[in-house]
């Protein structure tokens, strides 16, 4: 069984003991370097959205769970064997819904990938189960190529920084939405809104940059789909362009990354526009120093933070609702 994560248990939170807590697992199939910060990511917003529904809501736990076959470092994957679970034994981990992450691309085709198979006999399990579900970015694209053979297609060029979205559609999650939303995106491949629609997905939010982003599948009402990070923290699409210019000095990455929209101050975007063009002309990777000095500077605002909370809260009404007579004791 997986280790519980106990920073989840939300103490301030006095219910009535016979209602048991709801048992929310995490499937983590970030890269090394962002796997706990990503835990952290997910930890805090559905943490602050159980606090938004208020001292009536019933308690959270969040039990950790991975795929082995993702490539790790061997300190790493050890760590893992400790504090999580492999995704074989979720089935019997007495959930009551779930969150699978997005991960790295390591191959163009997602079904070439090693853990390909472990995905889709993920994706099978939570079916059978009938088990809500946040699909979340990649982990999205992996579900509906899946589930209905709707493959995702590539963009030309990375879709980073924050986007304005629409509400389109009508479901129970969106119920403490107050406005339409703000949501960071960070990714190479979208998904097409009309092939959604024709396979029965209904979309719920919608950008005129970012193309659906939250959206449901009519044959699984519990599965919720999320292209975009809700749960960045306000640091996040920094250090991924930081990342992203080391790859580029370092020769791992063909071209020099775009700047986040919508992210910025004006001023910080125009150094960091002037930053990048000497970086392209001299690719001498000790600029990194000079964007890290730019960066310093940077103090992001997590304007997106109070839509994220009202949509998770959505979905965790959703899923206390489903539950409801499981952790309701006799």
């Given at each position: 069984?997986?280790?519980?994560?106990?920073?989840?248990?939300?103490?301030?939170?006095?219910?009535?003991?016979?209602?048991?807590?709801?048992?929310?697992g995490l499937v983590n199939n970030m890269p090394d370097a962002a796997l706990r910060a990503t835990e952290r990511q997910f930890a805090e917003l559905i943490a602050n959205a159980a606090r938004l529904l208020g001292s009536s809501f019933p308690t959270l736990t969040l039990s950790l769970f991975h795929i082995g076959e993702i490539p790790r470092n061997p300190?790493?994957?050890?760590?893992?064997?400790?504090?999580?679970?492999?995704?074989?034994?979720?089935?019997?981990?007495?959930?009551?819904?779930?969150?699978?992450?997005?991960?790295?691309?390591?191959?163009?085709?997602?079904?070439?990938?090693?853990?390909?198979?472990?995905?889709?006999?993920?994706?099978?399990?939570?079916?059978?189960?009938?088990?809500?579900?946040?699909?979340?970015?990649?982990?999205?694209?992996?579900?509906?190529?899946?589930?209905?053979?709707?493959?995702?297609?590539r963009l030309p060029e990375k879709l980073s920084g924050v986007f304005a979205t629409e509400?389109?559609?009508?479901?129970?999650?969106?119920?403490?939405?107050?406005?339409?939303?703000?949501?960071?995106?960070?990714?190479?491949?979208?998904?097409?809104?009309?092939?959604?629609?024709?396979?029965d997905y209904v979309i719920l939010t919608q950008g005129a940059e970012a193309g659906p982003d939250w959206f449901t599948r009519a044959a699984s009402p519990h599965m919720l789909f999320v292209q975009g990070h809700p749960e960045y923290n306000a640091n996040a699409l920094c250090l991924e362009y930081r990342r992203d210019v080391r790859r580029f000095l370092r020769g791992e990455a063909a071209r020099h990354p775009a700047l986040p929209a919508n992210y910025f101050s004006p001023a910080l975007r125009q150094r960091l526009q002037d930053l990048a063009a000497t970086v392209i002309q001299q690719r001498d990777p000790t600029l990194l120093h000079r964007l890290d000095d730019v960066l310093a500077a940077h103090t992001p605002r997590q304007r997106w933070r109070e839509t994220a909370v009202e949509l998770y809260a959505g979905w965790l009404e959703t899923i206390a609702a489903k539950a409801r007579p499981a952790v309701i004791a006799a």
């Open positions: 069984m997986p280790a519980e994560d106990t920073r989840m248990f939300l103490p301030n939170m006095f219910l009535p003991k016979r209602r048991k807590p709801l048992r929310i300190e790493i994957a050890a760590e893992l064997a400790v504090t999580s679970a492999d995704v074989a034994t979720l089935g019997d981990a007495g959930l009551d819904a779930l969150v699978v992450t997005g991960g790295e691309a390591l191959l163009p085709d997602m079904r070439a990938e090693p853990h390909w198979a472990k995905m889709t006999a993920l994706i099978d399990t939570t079916r059978a189960l009938d088990l809500p579900v946040l699909w979340s970015c990649r982990a999205a694209h992996a579900a509906v190529l899946h589930l209905d053979g709707i493959d995702r297609v509400l389109v559609g009508d479901a129970p999650v969106l119920h403490h939405l107050a406005g339409n939303p703000l949501t960071p995106q960070s990714r190479y491949n979208s998904l097409d809104a009309d092939q959604l629609r024709a396979k």
